[in-house]
T-cell receptor
């Protein structure tokens, strides 16, 4: 079964540093997403991406965040200057259609900001 | 008010029991609904879609009531392997062009099936 691949599985970074989280969506999928889950809390939508541009972003997705699809296969989430409260599990997802039925989530990157 | 609200549990049930989870949503613009399962520190995985007509997948039955904005999941003959957090999810999005559906998750209901 096709998978969404995320790297690294765990990243520890110092406050104020930039991090890039990487995702390889399923190859024929056109819609890409980032979600995050702070420990013990619910999964929250960050951003959706289609046709090389952001379709929608949440209030969480402020100027510190950016997304990019640099080479047609990777989909990255960059956090420019990490804060302690950015510590969370970050899930990438992709879908073949814009509808929710066809989401596939990656296994996540656990980001720890110290 | 939370957009998708669930009882966090935990629900501790013996093997073989029937257990029911409920969920309410506040945004009537939500277009479609799902139950996801999440194991500890893992990604959410789609369990099943939820329809007004009700749908069944093996031991799992889901139901949507749009009038009361209420969603349910029934698990019959619980197995140890059913132990997980069950996430109620609503999809919202625009219906044009390349617009995407974002998923709005509830906080989840923890199920622990005991031997």
């Amino acid at each position: 079964e096709p998978e969404v691949t995320q790297t690294p599985s765990h990243q520890v970074t110092q406050m104020g540093q930039e991090v890039i989280l990487r995702c390889v969506p399923i190859s024929n999928h056109l819609y890409f997403y980032w979600y995050r889950q702070i420990l013990g809390q619910k999964v929250e939508f960050l951003v959706s991406f289609y046709n090389n541009e952001i379709s929608e972003k949440s209030e969480i997705f402020d100027d510190q965040f950016s997304v990019e699809r640099p080479d047609g296969s990777n989909f990255t989430l960059k956090i420019r200057s990490t804060k302690l409260e950015d510590s969370a599990m970050y899930f990438c997802a992709s879908s073949e259609t814009p509808r929710g039925q066809r989401y596939t989530f990656g296994s996540g990157t656990r980001l720890t900001v110290v | 008010r939370k957009e998708v609200e669930q009882d966090p549990g935990p629900f501790n049930v013996p093997e073989g029991a029937t257990v029911a989870f409920n969920c309410t949503y506040s945004n009537s613009a939500s277009q479609s609904f799902f139950w996801y399962r999440q194991d500890c520190r893992k990604e959410p995985k789609l369990l099943m879609s939820v329809y007004s007509s009700g749908n069944e997948d093996g031991r799992f039955t889901a139901q949507l009531n749009r009038a009361s904005q209420y969603i349910s999941l029934l698990i019959r003959d619980s197995k140890l392997s059913d132990s997980a957090t069950y996430l109620c999810v609503a999809a919202q999005g625009q219906n044009y062009g390349g617009a995407t559906n974002k998923l709005i998750f509830g906080t989840g209901t923890l199920l622990a099936v005991q031997p």
